[in-house]
């Protein structure tokens, strides 16, 4: 009875847009967890808007739209890549215009999720504002799981982060986030988990789902990976230059704009 009073005070808490303490923040994860509302990353979902014909175009530089990711991937036909890493700066959310409550984003590297949704091995931080509230959550997921919050580990704007995402084998590795700022940094090892592709390597800020649905979306404002690259199965690395460019669409709006370099990816809010 007790544990049933807790979550639904969480719930009540999260829909009233409260910014909760890290301590509180981490408290109602599990909760959200436990009652299938924690955040997820989703596989990347082609938007249904008016862009939508130019998701068919064969081209590896043309510009798809997504309802949920922004950013660029590299694509594969067979397993190619076991590595990702790329360096950004903390950004300053805020509410989009004619926005009130609570907006979020998040800025990850992963690999698979985008031709093969079988499985996403991926780490990132989520940023959130509400009001003049701003808060951060490192997190690492194995997907079809959900997220889950690292503890030890806090962020403020300005900070430089370096996040890697490493696959051992197909169904196991591990996962990293460096606040090179801070010089903190944690990591998580996977085992036994549902196979990688490795036909995708990825820098995204996404647009997350939160209880099945997508949550509202924050102005990041501008998130440049630095130092991008993806360590090939067969020896090496590659960079994001030529990969396909992905940007947010949600209500015949395109809200992001993408560009790359051969070690950078740069995704602007512009909605």
């Given at each position: 009875m007790f544990?049933?009073?807790?979550?639904?005070q969480v719930?009540?808490a999260?829909?009233a847009f409260a910014i909760?303490?890290s301590k509180?923040?981490?408290?109602?994860?599990a909760?959200?967890r436990?009652a299938?509302l924690?955040?997820?990353?989703?596989?990347?979902a082609?938007?249904?808007?008016?862009h939508?014909?130019?998701?068919?175009i064969?081209?590896?530089?043309?510009?798809?739209?997504?309802s949920n990711?922004?950013?660029?991937?590299?694509?594969?036909?067979?397993?190619?890549?076991?590595?990702v890493?790329?360096?950004?700066?903390?950004?300053?959310?805020?509410e989009?215009?004619?926005?009130?409550?609570t907006?979020s984003a998040?800025?990850?590297?992963?690999?698979d999720g985008?031709?093969?949704?079988?499985?996403?091995?991926?780490?990132?931080v989520d940023f959130t504002?509400?009001?003049?509230?701003v808060s951060?959550?490192?997190?690492y997921?194995?997907y079809?799981?959900?997220?889950?919050d690292?503890?030890?580990?806090s962020?403020s704007?300005?900070?430089?982060?370096?996040?890697?995402?490493?696959a051992?084998?197909k169904?196991?590795?591990s996962?990293t986030i460096k606040n090179?700022?801070k010089g903190?940094?944690?990591?998580h090892?996977?085992s036994g988990?549902?196979?990688?592709?490795?036909?995708?390597a990825e820098?995204?800020?996404?647009?997350?789902?939160s209880?099945g649905?997508?949550?509202?979306?924050?102005n990041?404002?501008t998130v440049t990976?630095?130092?991008a690259s993806?360590?090939?199965?067969?020896?090496?690395?590659?960079?994001?230059?030529g990969s396909?460019?992905?940007?947010?669409?949600?209500?015949?709006?395109?809200?992001?704009?993408?560009?790359?370099g051969?070690?950078?990816v740069?995704v602007?809010y512009?909605?």
């Amino acid at each position: 009875m007790f544990a049933a009073t807790l979550l639904c005070q969480v719930l009540l808490a999260t829909a009233a847009f409260a910014i909760p303490t890290s301590k509180e923040r981490f408290a109602q994860r599990a909760a959200r967890r436990a009652a299938g509302l924690a955040h997820q990353s989703q596989p990347k979902a082609l938007s249904e808007g008016i862009h939508q014909a130019d998701n068919l175009i064969t081209n590896t530089s043309h510009v798809e739209y997504s309802s949920n990711w922004a950013g660029a991937v590299l694509v594969a036909s067979t397993a190619t890549y076991k590595s990702v890493t790329g360096t950004f700066t903390v950004p300053t959310p805020k509410e989009p215009s004619g926005g009130s409550g609570t907006h979020s984003a998040s800025a990850w590297v992963g690999i698979d999720g985008d031709t093969c949704g079988n499985a996403i091995l991926q780490t990132g931080v989520d940023f959130t504002v509400s009001g003049s509230s701003v808060s951060y959550d490192a997190w690492y997921e194995w997907y079809p799981d959900y997220a889950y919050d690292f503890s030890g580990i806090s962020f403020s704007a300005g900070d430089s982060v370096t996040v890697t995402v490493t696959a051992t084998s197909k169904t196991g590795g591990s996962v990293t986030i460096k606040n090179n700022t801070k010089g903190k940094t944690v990591s998580h090892t996977f085992s036994g988990q549902p196979a990688l592709c490795e036909y995708n390597a990825e820098w995204i800020v996404e647009d997350f789902e939160s209880g099945g649905s997508l949550v509202p979306f924050a102005n990041f404002g501008t998130v440049t990976f630095t130092g991008a690259s993806a360590g090939l199965v067969s020896g090496g690395t590659a960079g994001p230059s030529g990969s396909t460019l992905i940007d947010i669409e949600q209500n015949n709006k395109v809200l992001t704009s993408v560009s790359t370099g051969s070690s950078s990816v740069t995704v602007s809010y512009t909605g």
